[in-house]
Nanobody, 128 residues
Framework: QVQLVESGGGLVQAGGSLSISCAAS????????VAWFRQAPGKERQYVGG????????DYRDSVKGRFTISRDNVKNTVFLHMNNLKPEDTAVYYC?????????????????????WGRGTQVTVSS
């Protein structure tokens, strides 16, 4: 079992920066990928980016590449999402999710079905 708790959300002006974090507890060392998803009002939840727990290598959706950075501290069992040059369209509830252990083959970072554990989310609001 893995428990995830997001924190750090808030209100920021367009063009500003914000970092949010996801604190993990439980069997996080078995996790293959920890990812960030977001859901804006009235829209489907979408993949933002993910990090391989063992290596720290990260993957991002195109619309956040160059603006968002994901890092992880595997001593403190925490994953961070650093967001720069924020835009109003980044406004959403941001969720972190942890996948099951790697079982071989390709891994689709954006597939919600690949993630067994989810946090409750933290609100990020970008004002124009």
């Amino acid at each position: 079992q893995v428990q995830l708790v997001e924190s750090g959300g808030g209100l920021v002006q367009a063009g500003g920066s914000l970092s949010i974090s996801c604190a993990a507890s439980g069997s996080i060392f078995n996790t293959f990928v920890v990812a960030w998803f977001r859901q804006a009002p009235g829209k489907e939840r979408q993949y933002v980016g993910g990090v391989r727990w063992s290596t720290g290598n990260a993957d991002y959706r195109d619309s956040v590449k160059g603006r968002f950075t994901i890092s992880r501290d595997n001593v403190k069992n925490t994953v961070f999402l650093h967001m720069n040059n924020l835009k109003p369209e980044d406004t959403a509830v941001y969720y972190c999710a942890a996948s099951r252990p790697y079982s071989g083959g390709s891994f689709y970072y954006g597939g919600e079905d690949n993630y067994d554990y989810w946090g409750r989310g933290t609100q990020v609001t970008v004002s124009s």
